[in-house]
């Protein structure tokens, strides 16, 4: 059944809220006193609106029109590729690597967990109805949640400037599939972390890069972590999480094989048959053509 967690109420600019005085005016005649605002964007015009009540408090959330910045011409590809234990950007010159918020994550989802192991058992069914322990669970929930929310943000905040800083187009893969075939698992508190960083990453690289004029483009992910970026011939295993090229003796690390992989996939779709100078050279392209 369908459930409302948080009251909530669309507001149509201009006929159901108005803001003036200092006081949010809802029709129906209620008055909000407004305690603060984001002042970021007072110049643009206000739209629609959404009132919410949370923990005591009602938020007006209204939306904004504001102009998309003109995207530059990229000079190269920053490659974003994501694992569960980190994320790794770069390209043939530059890589970061970065931990993911599943480990952070995982330990307030294991406190809920205890918590809720502790009190199912028969001898505290009266403690179940105590609110302060559903509290003290709903909070972990929600505080691993927070945590790669804020994690997803911030990663592809830094992903964006520093794409926006070398006028790098950021190429990132099609999670889709992935994400799909994460939810055929067990229901674990690991694989819904993972499914929930994957969806929310690639939600704010993708506004980000909206947002700050960064080209962005995506790549069909078959086979970036197991091909060879020089001559795309299939890796073999080389030890813990290393892979090397039977072929042309090309040796990496997984993460740095679909970095390369991905950034060679994004020249290709930005150019197309087109070879640009930077880019790893491949054997069957003459260089005459
Ligand atoms: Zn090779």
């Not at 504001?66 to 010159?93: F, H, M, S, T």
């Not at 993972?194 to 700050?212: A, T, V």
Request: with cysteine; aromatic share 10%.
């Amino acid at each position: 059944m369908p459930r409302a967690k948080t009251p909530r109420l669309w507001l149509t600019h201009g006929y159901s809220y108005r803001v003036r005085d200092g006081y949010v005016e809802i029709l129906g005649g209620f008055r909000l006193r407004i305690i603060g605002w984001d002042m970021r964007y007072d110049a643009y015009p206000n739209g629609d609106a959404i009132l919410l009540f949370k923990d005591g408090k009602f938020i007006l959330g209204i939306s904004k029109r504001v102009l998309k910045p003109a995207k530059y011409i990229p000079r190269g590809i920053l490659a974003v590729d994501i694992n569960e234990r980190q994320i790794v950007i770069g390209n043939g010159k530059i890589e970061y690597r970065f931990e993911t918020a599943v480990r952070r994550a995982l330990h307030y989802k294991q406190l809920a967990e205890g918590l809720q192991k502790k009190y199912s058992s028969p001898k505290y069914s009266a403690w179940l109805r105590r609110r302060g322990i559903r509290d003290r669970i709903r909070y972990f929930h929600k505080k691993a949640r927070n945590i790669v929310e804020d994690w997803a943000k911030k990663t592809s905040h830094k992903i964006a400037s520093l794409a926006k800083q070398h006028l790098y187009a950021v190429a990132r893969e099609d999670l889709t599939n992935l994400v799909e075939s994460l939810r055929k698992l067990p229901k674990e508190h690991r694989v819904s972390l993972l499914i929930l960083s994957y969806r929310r990453l690639e939600q704010w690289i993708d506004w980000q890069c909206e947002k700050n004029g960064v080209p962005l483009i995506v790549v069909e992910p078959r086979g970036t972590s197991t091909t060879c970026p020089m001559c795309s011939s299939k890796l073999i295993e080389n030890g813990y999480r290393r892979l090397r090229c039977s072929r042309c003796g090309f040796e990496a690390d997984r993460d740095t094989v679909a970095v390369l992989n991905i950034e060679k996939r994004a020249l290709a779709q930005m150019w197309g048959s087109l070879t640009p100078l930077n880019a790893p050279q491949m054997t069957d392209v003459s260089p005459n053509r």
